[in-house]
Every structure is written in structure tokens, then in C-alpha cells.
């Protein structure tokens, strides 16, 4: 709407356009007014509307207002809805009759919250910019409640994405003129369909392009580092997605109001130290989320035994980035094996895990101008976990364990200041009082005396005016309005001394002051305000040292989250009895009783309440990518009935995989697994119905992708593949990919294939390197009993009119379905009709017309 501007600006206002006329058109500005912060014309209507808030007019002007107090929430709503917050304080103290100064003191968005109630405490929240030139995608992420910052540069677009997938950025920054640029870029077509894809959902924010400058934002880059160059952290000076890093500083200056203070250090993603899942694998498998999109059911989830919020995020970072490099997968897997021996310790260790604070957040707020008193207990309450912690890792000696107890660094002098100085209860507040202990500061103790003094004194002041005018219920009382007062109810008003001076009339009583109680109130006031400024003194000058350790602080941070992650898959290999996977440069992968991480436990906490219901039935696998023999194929395919189990076993080898790279414990007996460096995974169409319409495009697509990336040392789960399409289509496809990913005279991917078109066990022939599996099934009565066993060989039958009847088809139609089916069973030509087609069509001959089939019926 076009807000009708008052014919004169107050002086306020002019403030407030001022302000506003410096900020991007669609961000929402907070204005601080007394208690309140209100939103004005432009921004009001729309204000009001998100926030569900009343729309007033005064003066013919729009405006829409929330109380300070409550603010915290109506931000979180907005932040939510993906809208940008500029908040508008007042910077000194407010003065009868002069305008008061107010200033810009932050800019909230979705990718730069630090306010613990606006992050979730158990994940990152990233702001990633993307730029992409000289053929390069070029990313830089920085999670600022936390100082990690990354930088990437890729030839391949679809290999950084698939970590975006994994560090789910909260806000994309981009250049303003990026399309027209990345309209010419030979890669534009691939790189804009997944660009599209990661933005959906989430805020994306253009700003200049010159903010994106390589040389300018290599320098800023060092500023906020606090270093000259960046060797230090193994990163080029010249490093091309030093431009994206340099936006992502530009910005958080820009929104924090200030340089970030809590960026430290510079890391580099390469797609060439990292096991890739693309975005497709990452959904497939269920890594972060579930199909239902929730974290409980995903693979995230069933590997989390972490008991503090750093852990829990840690883990999510190592699940996104699993390791190529054996000596840290080592490291890992031999720390588990400590706390897996060690279950009293590693217990002991958790209960004192728990008592520890978020100190990286706490750092990053306290670093970034965001302050009080109970961030300082929560520092010092990890402090005083940490004897213990370390006491308890001194029991592993001489072990990888030990290492990273050494990281965790002593702050004695620190943790007895933070003793000393902070009460045991804090207040929310610094101006609230209350926050530094009596006994640690001389004069802030002088200062209490006196108001102390001063509360005794006016005890016996009201004691003594009583007694004086023989009013029994006179009473001294304070209101912030009107300071001290001496208050007589009306019924005694003529009892009131000559040297009583009336201050204010109420309805039943009237309100006096003295010359005494006002020099003694002055002395009071005068006192809260000092003792209040003494506080905040003290409160800076123990931020300053806490700060002065920020480094070794982030150390501990960084090395207690380890513990944290370790202990929990400690706990978790000795709850469900995994076993330490052994990694090595092989081609081969072995895993000897496997199970699925997550339906395993999803199957005892089904069978907890469902008696009757099984446990999860382990398997092996076998694969190599040279296929020696038939004991260890190249290409497992595996055929079955629908529910057979199929799904479940080809994504546990993959789970399992990913597992043991991250340098966990795997649900399996035995495990033998040359490094994988992708893994693939995709689903037939008709089985990712969720996906809109296009799904055999995109089932297509996909496959392609894996057709033109898979190397020998890659790990390929395809499931129903080609099943989003007619049946000859759908297994003409099937076959060719096989085919492809089975080169004749050289390596390719360990595969496993899951598919019900029998037709497909016939590759075994050609393909030596192509081995058939089934998921068994026993016959009982005409049923079928699931034992979910994968056995050597093709299904003979698909039991399909079987598994109708357990899904509850009416009898009828089952009945009708048999007699169908042996019809077609009597008919020779029709029995191998399909098989027919498929040596037509490999000899290139001309296939029947769809209408044989038809026929029969
Ligand atoms: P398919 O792909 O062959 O149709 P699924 O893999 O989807 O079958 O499995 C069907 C159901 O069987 C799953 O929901 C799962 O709960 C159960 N299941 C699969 N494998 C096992 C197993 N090894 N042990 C126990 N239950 C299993
Ligand atoms: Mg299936």
C-alpha cells in the first residue's frame, strides 16, 4: 500500500527513514520505541499480516507494535517465514523532551540467527554463496553461530551439490547478475536444475556482484581470520572460491552490524578426499531424513548416541563428508574400540558429558556483541566439568583416545575467576542485577552496603513516621514512575504532619514525600545505578577473559564433541553387537551377516509392544569390482517376490558402507570393504511416488548420471530400475545399464541390483562377472511365509497372487488372478514371450507388435 507520509516528518520518523532508507525493500524494520518495537508504515500492513498482530493508524500512518519483552518469539515467526529482520535499538539512555539515539544494530536473517532460541542446538545452520565461473562452481559455507568456514571450488557442479545436500544451508547468497552469467556457462543446463532443486525452500539472497571479487575477498577473508596469508590452513591465496567466502563476510558484516569475531579458521571441501553421495543417494538411503522427511527413521538418527548438542552436530558433518583417508577412518574406529572395551568409563564419561555447555554458540554470541550473565554460567559450568572429563580419559593411555584428551586444554585460573565472580543463579539480564557474587569486588561491595543500609534505613524511616504521626498503616513504597513515597490511606489523610509534601493522589490514598526520603532516595538511585554500572564492568571484564582463551576454548569444544560422537558409537556397537569393519585399498567388499541400521532398530522397538513380530534377519554380500569368481561378483542382481526384502538388503550394503567410512562400527559380523568413493543410489520411479510427475525423467536422468560417473571404485545400489515405464520398455533399459555397467574386458562398480523382471536373471549367461541372488520365500497352503533369506540363485517364481492375498485382495479376485495366470502358464508362446523379445531384440530384429500379449486375454 502506499502509506500517505504526514505532511511534516517528526523527527522521529526522519530517524526511522533514515534507517530505512538503507536497507533492501524487503527486509522488516524493528524500531525500538520505550517498550516497544514498532513497525511502521510500508512495513506495518505486512508486518501485522505475518505476524498475525493489530494494524493501528496514528496520524493517517500504519504502524503495528511488539512488546520488547516478547520479541524473541514474534522474530522467530518472521525469521521462520523466511522473512529479514532489522533491528532498530535505542543506544543511550532515554532523556525527557531530546530525541532519543537509536542505530541499526542488527540485521537477522535465516542463515545469520545466533539467539539460542532461534538455532537449532543439534544442527549447523550454514549460509552458503555460490558463484560460478571460469567453468568452475566455485562455494564457500560459514556457520556463524560456530565459526566453521569452508571453501570449495569444483570442475563438476554435481559434485559440490551433493555435500550441499548434507550441510542443508539455512540461506544461499548468489551474485545479482548471476542468470545472465550462468546462462552462457557450458554447464548452465545440469547446474541450473540442481541450483533450482537446493533453492527450494529456502531463502536466497542476491547482493552485488563485486562482492563476489577473488582478489578483495581473499583479503577480507585474512582480516576476519586475523592472518596474512592462508597457508596455514592449506588454502591458496588465489583459491577461486575465495570471491564466495569473501561474500559470505561482506554479508555477515553487513547483517551482524559488526566484522564476525568468532572466524578463526578456514577449511577446504575437496569432492576428492570425500566418499560423494549425490542428492538422490542422500534421500534414497535415508541419511538425514526419513522419507517422511523427519530426522527419527533416518540413518542420522539410528547413529546417534551423541549426548550434547556439538555432538550431535559433529556427527552430522562426518555423516556429510565420509572419509577416503584410512589413517583418520582409523583413528575413529580405534577410539570406538577403546569406549567398546570401556563401557564403566565411557558411562562415566557421558554423565559428565552431559553437565558441559555449547560452548562453540556461547563463544560465537558472546564473540558477536551478544551478551549475558547466563552464557557466562554456562562457560563456567563446562569449565568445571572438564577436571573430571579429563581425569576420566587419562584411563586411556597410550591410545587415539589420549590424543584427544590433549586437546583438551586446562583453564583452572579461568574456571576459579568464573567461580568467584558469577553469582549461582544468574539473572537473564545485566541490567537485572544480581549477576557478580558479593565478596568479589571491593567496591562493588561498598556500593551494596550502602543500598543494603539504605533498605534497613527505610524500615526503620517507616517505622519511625508511624510512630511519629500514629498512622499504623503508613507505608514507604517505590514505583519506577514516582521513585520513593510515603503512602496514607485516605481515611488518615488528616493525621498527615505539616512537612509532608503531597506527590500524587490516588483513590484511596495520597502519596507524600520529605525532604528526608528525598535526599535518602537520591542516595539509593544514585547507588542502583552505580552498583548496576559497577556489574557491567566487572560482567565486560569477564568476557574479555574468557575471550582471551576463545582459541583453546574452541579447541576443547572441538575435541569434546569427538568424545561425544565416539562414546556414542561405542555404546551403540555394544547395544546391537556391531563389529570394527576392516578398510583397506581392496576391490572387494565383504560383509559377513549384515544387517540394516535402521529397520533393525525399528523392528525391536516394533516387537517391544508386538509379540510375535521377528527380528531382523542378517545376510551376506559379496562383491568385488574385478568379479574373480562366482563367490564375488562385479553384479549381484537379486530377484524376489514384492516385500520380499529385496530394497532392504541392497541399501544395508550401502548404509554399511557409509557407516564404516565415517570410521563407525557396522551392523554386520565381519566386514571387509575396499574404499568406496561414491556411492549411487537409485529408485525405480513407481517407488518414489512422492517426486511429482515427471519421476521416469528424473528416474532416466539420474541414471545417466550414474552411467557417466560410476568408477571401478564406486558402489552402485539400483533398485526396480526401469520400472517407471512400460515393461519391454522398462526392460530393454534395465538390460542396457546392466550391460553398460558391466565392461567386458575392464572393471567396473560393485552392483547390486534389485529388480522383478525375471527376464534379467538370463544376463548371467553373457555377463561373467553377473551373479543371481534371491531373496528367499517358503510355500505353506498356498501362502507364502517371508524368511528374508538372500540365497545364491534366481527366484523361480514372483509369488505375486500371494502377496496380493496377504494384502487382503478380495478372494474372489485372487481366485479369478489363478486362473488367469495358469492359462497364461499353459500357453507356450506366451511363457516365453518375453524371454523371445529380449533375444530379438538383442540381435537388433524387429520386435512383435504389443498386441501378442494382448491377445491372450
Ligand atoms: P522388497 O523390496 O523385496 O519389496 P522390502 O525390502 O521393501 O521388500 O522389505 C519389505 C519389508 O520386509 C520391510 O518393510 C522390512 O520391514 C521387512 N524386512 C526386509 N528385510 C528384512 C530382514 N532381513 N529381516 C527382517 N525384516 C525384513
Ligand atoms: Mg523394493
Known sequence: MSAEKPKKVTPMMQQWHEIR??????????????????????????????????????????????????????????????VKVAIVDQVETPQPGKLVKRALTRIITPGTRLADTQIDAQRNHFLLALSLEKQQLHAAWLDLTTGEFVVASDARPENLFAAFEGIDPREIIVPENASSNWRNNPDAAKFNELFTSLCDGRAVTKIPDYHFDEVAGAQSVMETLGVLNLEGFGIDRDHSALGAAGALV?????????????LRKLSEYSSKKTLLLDPATLRNLEIFKSAANTRHGSLLSAMDGSVTAPGARLLERWLCAPELNLIEVHRRQDCVAEFVAGPGLSTELQKHLKGIRDIERILGRLQNRMRNPRELGGVRDTLAALPAISGTLLEFPDTPVAAIAERIHDFEPLSELLNRGLAD???????????????????????RSLTR?????????????????????????????????????????ALVPDDYVRKQTMKNAERYTTSVLKEREREILSAEEKSLGCEEKLFNAL??????????????????????VLIGWGALAREWDYCKP?????????????????????????????????AFVPNDTSLSSSGVDADTPQIALITGPNMAGKSTYIRQIALIVLMAQTGAWVPAKSCQIGLVDRIFSRVGASDELARGNSTFMVEMNETANILNNATPRSLVILDEIGRGTSTYDGLSIAWAVIEHLHPKDDDGPRT???????????????????????????EWNDEIIFVRQVIKGAADRSYGIQVARLAGLPTTVIDRAKTILERLEADD?????????????????????????????
Open 543 to 564: 568476557i574479555k577473559s574468557i575471550l582471551e582463551h576463545a582459541n583453546a576454548l574452541k579447541e576443547t569444544a572441538e575435541a569434546l564433541a569427538e568424545i561425544d
Open 752 to 778: 547390486l541390483f534389485a529388480t522383478h523382471y525375471h527376464e534379467l536373471t538370463q544376463l548371467a549367461k553373457t555377463q561373467a562377472r553377473l551373479e543371481n541372488y534371491s531373496v528367499a520365500v517358503k
Open 21 to 82: 532508507a538503507q536497507l533492501a525493500d524487503d527486509t522488516l524494520l524493528m524500531f525500538r520505541l520505550g517498550d516497544f518495537y514498532e513497525i511502521f508504515l510500508q512495513d506495518a500492513e505486512r508486518g501485522a499480516q505475518l505476524l498475525g498482530i493489530t494494524l493501528t493508524h496514528r496520524h493517517g500512518m500504519p504502524m503495528a507494535g511488539i512488546p520488547f519483552h516478547a520479541s524473541e518469539t514474534y522474530i522467530q515467526k518472521l525469521l521462520d517465514q523466511g
Open 829 to 857: 508362446s506366451s511363457h516365453n514371450l518375453l524371454r523371445k523379445r529380449m533375444k530379438k531384440a538383442q540381435s537388433g530384429a524387429n520386435t512383435d507388435r504389443e498386441d501378442d500379449q494382448l491377445a491372450l486375454f
Open 582 to 614: 576392516q578398510l583397506d585399498h581392496s576391490d572387494q567388499l565383504r560383509i559377513d551377516q549384515g544387517r540394516h541400521p535402521v529397520v533393525e532398530q525399528m523392528l525391536r522397538a516394533e516387537r517391544l509392544g508386538l509379540a510375535g513380530a521377528h
Open 250 to 262: 561482506h554479508y555477515s558484516t553487513e547483517t551482524l552490524c559488526a566484522k564476525p569475531e568468532n
Open 453 to 493: 543500609d539504605s533498605q534497613q534505613w527505610l524500615t526503620e524511616f517507616e517505622l519511625a513516621e508511624q510512630a511519629r504521626t500514629g498512622i499504623k498503616n503508613l507505608r514507604i513504597r517505590f514505583n519506577g514512575a514516582f521513585g520513593y513515597f510515603i503512602e496514607v490511606t485516605k481515611s488518615n489523610v
Open 425 to 447: 543463579e544468574l539473572p537473564g539480564k545485566i541490567d537485572d542485577g544480581g549477576t557478580i557474587r558479593d565478596g568479589f569486588d571491593e567496591e562493588l561491595d561498598h556500593i
